[in-house]
Every structure is written in C-alpha cells, then in structure tokens.
C-alpha cells in the first residue's frame, strides 16, 4: 500500500470505527482531537463512561492490535488529560481507554480497556 492509501485507509478506520460505536450506543464527542501533546483518535461517551479510542488499521488484525506502544499510551493519556481540562463538565465519567482494530474486507475489533492508564 503506497502512503497516500494508507493514510486514507486510517481515515476510513476512523470513520467506520465511529459510526459503529454509533450503532452501538456510544455518543462521539470528537473525532480526531488535536492537543498540544498529542492526538486522539475518537472520543466518546457510553452512559457513565468516557472512552478514549485508539483506532489502527493495518493489513491484519494481529498487527493492529499490537500497534500501540507504551510511548503512545502515554501520548494518548496526556491528551485524554488535556481533553478533560478543557471539558470539566465530564470530569466526574468513569474513563477507558479502548483499541479498535481495523483490516481490508471490514474486519473490525474493539477491545474495551485496551490498557489502563498509568499513575
């Protein structure tokens, strides 16, 4: 896959990756949220529960799902803490964070609690 493709098939990831937390139940609150210290993929929100999704596509899903480091766990957990000081009014939500993993022919996971934020 040449770069132009793989940066719109990780578009397409996201996009799909949100409507089916659509279906779901889940409510996106943003999509793509830039930080200073980073980016997170989706945001969204499950009754009490606010949900920090990672979303990779890779050609199989074994890969994506191993595609997010510690490095980047700790980039997203420093922006999931700068979304939620420019969004105190959802301070109080239980928070996770999720991977969803994406590959061709729609091949979709979602794993909830991917990882737990570190101290």
Same mark, same amino acid.
Request: net charge positive; aromatic share 10%; charged share 30%.
């Given at each position: !896959? &040449? ?23 889940? @409510? ?15 945001? $969204? ?18 890969? $994506? ?6 490095? !980047? ?21 239980? !928070?996770?964070?999720?991977?969803? $993993?994406? $590959?061709? &022919?729609?091949?979709? @996971? ?10």
């Amino acid at each position: !896959m &040449r770069e132009g493709d793989t940066y719109r098939f990780g578009l397409w990831a996201e996009q799909v990756s949100a409507w089916r937390l659509r279906l779901r139940g889940y @409510r996106i609150l943003a999509c793509r949220y830039k930080t200073p210290v980073g980016e997170i993929d989706l945001v $969204a929100r499950k009754k009490n529960t606010l949900v920090f999704i990672e979303v990779k596509a890779r050609k199989d899903l074994s890969t $994506a799902l191993q595609a997010v480091t510690p490095r !980047m766990q700790h980039r997203i957990e420093r922006a999931a803490n700068y979304f939620l000081a420019k969004h105190s009014e959802l301070s109080g939500l239980e !928070m996770r964070f999720d991977l969803i $993993a994406v $590959a061709p &022919r729609l091949r979709w @996971r979602h794993l909830d609690n991917a990882w737990q934020a570190s101290a």
